[in-house]
């Protein structure tokens, strides 16, 4: 599992001072204005971390005053400070405005610098998806930092590139511009860089052996994040322990040490918490989940998810409500100036009007005054058609800035999608690890009169990435048990649903020794009512589950709602059923023992309602049990992977260009 995450703190933030002390950016008259800017710059570093809008506020207070004495080193360090507040604000597009204009008067009045300044450009692109504008600035901060001798600035780009590189999944490159920064942070004793640069270099490994399948890799994710922690620790900075804390607990899951991965995950959400930091947060609340699960924790993994699930929306909202805002006081500001220009121009005329009376009285008085006031009108017009020229310019970049917020936005929504599908298809993962696997299926579903022979299939087609529907067997007491379910729902809640099923049915057979179908379904029936259905919830499973007695050769069956299908001398049987889920339902009886007397040639099918309810065909129709039998029946001679195929090819058929509707599960099996 690729441990990506995104640090709003970046390298480049922590080498902002290398702006404010070169060429003697501080060497300024101690006048009142001077100290009250000294003051402004100190609550805006103190603000950093604290309070994006206190930062903000402070910032713009600075500005003002720099402008106003013309101070120029104060006005980069406002410039500077109210990008960091937009960064914060998510306002990326204002970042990169206030940015822009610091790197514009550092170019013009300083030889030196700018190096941190192209970063955070850099890093501004790289948030906003322009990712080669991004590695440009990068290039320039590496290139001019060098120059400048300004070693922490140089080691902000090392970080920045390798940021930019794992983005593009150019993991050798990542790790060896990292490897460089290392040895320079290193060499001139600039801790705070290694300690960055030794987090990302466990994080590229780790990405490596994921990569490459290598689990002997982890050894060096182990040492770095170890050495990276021990240095926080020195340090004593917490603004980035609890990334290594993520980092080490996938480790430790990966490799099958769950006791240690789920310490670790309990300090990351420690520090998340503690840190206010909801992206973080909502990260530890899924890694955590998925380690439940692995456990076979079903119930802690559903509860982790149900928060992780509140977590990332409140996340969606602060960032959507934080956009919203910044759009309205824009816009508002807009319709303001609009109704300011309106009134202008209704003075203008107004006074224009005046003017023209004045002027024919003044024709007929002397030709000397007309001659001066139509100058003077003509002087008017010219600076109209300026003022209409600015105004329609002004208008074209606002526009174009519309368009980049768009781009954004798109980006953004992209990002996120992408985000929950990669969450989803881990959980993909863990519930086919969880599936009865090929070799117990072979080693189990051998002829029943001929021990050296197997013949069967499972055509299992979920409607989304995750189901709802599984098949799941398990070996016990010299007995086979294999069970074909359709649990509540489809994608991720049947998904969810699926697990605990499968966990009572363990739990059942394996933890409390009941060998009896009719009494296992009555046993996760129980755990499923006390454990979800408290508040009137009929969430549960429909299914057949089957118990082959290895020595007696016997096979014994309970039904859900969901019949058996035999197929005996070329005739199909239905095999009888009890009409009630397994969970909580109308009727609260116990489910029923039934037996088969296996012959010779018999196929058994167990089946979920996907396949016979699909809509197709020349008139949209569902296919039908009554068809699917009789599909089953015209082809049972042939193999059971040939039966598959003809199934595959006839649903695929049948629902042609409309969408599956449900989740798909077929066995057969020849005795």
Known sequence: MLLLRKKYITATFFCLLAIFKYNGLWAQDITRDTLLLNEYNNLCHKYEDESADSLFKYANLQLNLAIKINSVPHQVRAYTNLGVAST???????????????????????????????????????????????????????????????????????????????????????????????????????????????????????????????????????????????????????TAIFYIYGLLGAVNMDIGNYAKAENYYRQYISYSERTSDIFNLKIAMDEF????????????????????????????????????????????????????????????????????????????????????????????????????HQLITLQKEEVERKQIEIEHQKQVIEGKQKEILDSINYAKRIQYALLASDDLLKRNLRSVHDNHTSDYFVYFKPKDIVSGDFYWAAEHDNKFYLAACDSTGHGVPGAFMSLLNIGFLNEAIKEKNIDRPDEIFNYVRARLIKSISGEGQKDGMDGVLISYDKTNQKIEYSAANNSPLLIRDNKIIELEKDRMPVGKGENENGFKLFSI??????????????????????????????????????????????????????FNEWKNQLEQVDDVLLVGIRL
């Open 597 to 650: 007397d296996v012959k010779k040639g018999d196929v058994l099918y167990l089946y979920t309602d996907g396949y016979a309810d699909q809509f197709g065909g020349p008139k949209a129709k569902k296919f039908k049990y009554k068809q699917l039998n009789e599909l089953l029946l015209k082809y049972h001679n042939e193999s059971m992977s040939s039966v598959e195929m003809i199934l595959d090819r006839a």
């Open 289 to 388: 989940s998925a380690l439940y699960a692995l456990q076979g924790k079903y119930q802690m993994a559903y509860r982790l998810r149900l928060r992780y699930d509140s977590i990332n929306k409140l996340y969606l909202g602060e960032v959507a409500n934080q956009q919203v805002e910044e759009l309205n006081t824009k816009y508002g500001t807009e319709k303001k100036e609009q109704q300011n220009l309106l009134l202008q121009q209704q003075n203008e005329l107004s006074a224009k009007t005046i003017k023209q009376q004045k002027l024919i009285s003044y024709f007929i008085i002397t030709g000397l005054i007309l001659s001066l006031v139509f100058a003077f009108f003509m002087y008017r017009v010219y600076n109209q058609k300026k003022k209409a």
């Open 88 to 238: 914060r604000l998510f306002k990326f597009n204002d970042a990169l405005v206030n940015y822009l204009k610091a790197r514009k008067i550092l170019e013009k009045n300083y030889n030196s610098g700018v190096s941190p300044i192209y970063g955070q450009i850099g890093y501004i692109y790289l948030r906003l998806y322009r990712k080669e504008e991004a590695y440009k600035y990068f290039k320039m901060q590496q290139s001019s930092s060098l120059v400048e001798k300004n070693y922490k600035s140089y080691l902000g780009s090392i970080v920045n590139l390798s940021d930019y590189f794992n983005t593009q999944g150019q993991v050798d490159s990542t790790i060896s511009i990292l490897n460089n920064g290392l040895s320079v942070s290193r060499k001139h004793g600039i801790h705070h860089f290694e300690v960055i640069i030794l987090d990302n270099l466990a994080n590229a490994y780790y990405a490596l052996a994921q990569e490459k399948g290598d689990k002997k890799l982890f050894v060096k994710v182990q040492q770095y994040a170890d050495t990276a922690l021990a240095l926080h620790y020195q340090d004593k900075d917490s």
